[in-house]
């Protein structure tokens, strides 16, 4: 149980494309899921945290109307990379809360890494 | 603001040696602690996790870690280290209470030899 995927595992797109990554909690429902990033050999960096129908809280120094993030459901959060150039390469990581015995744990996805030339 | 030290950058050690891999927190009241594992390009696995109780606590694939409050640390081992342990290991701490937002060391890169 407490399985999160994400959708796509990979992506190389051109600068200033957009590009929308998707996280999903398959068998339970994440009122919160958080979105990371990994810069190559670096730690995870929390960017936001995604409340279900509620806008999303963005760390300080993270752009809002550059990764916008939409959580329409509590099973389903979105990352939406805007006008991407190059320095937004990097290893984007969802994870999903969900409380177990009383509880609250986060469970990762596998990551998505994506590539912008 | 709670923080993360994993002292460590990159290990080395031979098949079958121990392991201990550092971590030391910031936090003002109890923490919840945790270390996940990654490995090359993939997501996060949890390793084991501290609350409250026993300060021992036992995690998956043989590893276990010490809460010693006095001294701020979360220490990682395992008595003997097989090839497939290598990976990045990260420490991480959350906020009493919720455990939810976490904040997470630098990662100690772990090396087996054979």
């Known amino acids: 149980g407490a399985v999160v995927s994400q959708h796509p595992s990979w992506v190389i797109c051109k600068s200033g494309t957009s590009v929308k990554i998707e996280c999903r909690s398959l068998?339970?429902?994440?009122?919160?899921m958080f979105w990371y990033r990994q810069f190559p050999k670096q730690s995870l960096m929390l960017m936001a945290t995604?409340?279900?129908?509620?806008?999303?809280?963005?760390e300080q120094g993270v752009e809002k109307d550059k990764f916008l993030i939409n959580h329409a459901s509590l099973t389903l959060s979105t990352l939406t990379v805007t006008s991407a150039h190059p320095e937004d390469s990097s290893f984007y990581i969802c994870?999903?809360?969900?409380?177990?015995?009383?509880?609250?744990?986060?469970?990762f996805g596998p990551g998505t890494r994506l590539t912008v030339t | 603001a709670q923080s993360v030290t994993q002292p460590d950058i990159h290990i080395t050690v031979s098949e079958g040696a121990s392991l201990e891999l550092r971590c030391n927190y910031s936090?003002?009241?109890?923490?919840?602690l945790f270390w996940y594992v990654q490995s090359p390009g993939q997501g996060l696995q949890l390793l084991l996790k501290?609350?409250?109780?026993?300060?021992l606590v036992q995690g998956i694939k043989g590893f276990e870690a010490e809460f010693k409050r006095s001294q701020s640390s979360f220490n990682l081992r395992k008595p003997s280290v097989h090839w497939s342990d290598a990976a990045e290991y990260f420490c991480?701490?959350?906020?009493?209470?919720?455990?939810?937002?976490?904040?997470f060391g630098t990662g100690t890169r772990l090396q087996v030899t054979l």
């Open positions: 995604s409340n279900e129908g509620s806008k999303a809280t963005y």
């Open positions: 991480a701490v959350g906020d009493t209470g919720t455990a939810s937002k976490l904040t």
């Open positions: 068998d339970f429902q994440a009122t919160t």
């Open positions: 936090y003002g009241a109890t923490p919840y």
């Open positions: 501290y609350f409250s109780g026993d300060t």
């Open positions: 994870s999903a809360t969900v409380a177990l015995a009383g509880v609250k744990e986060q469970y």
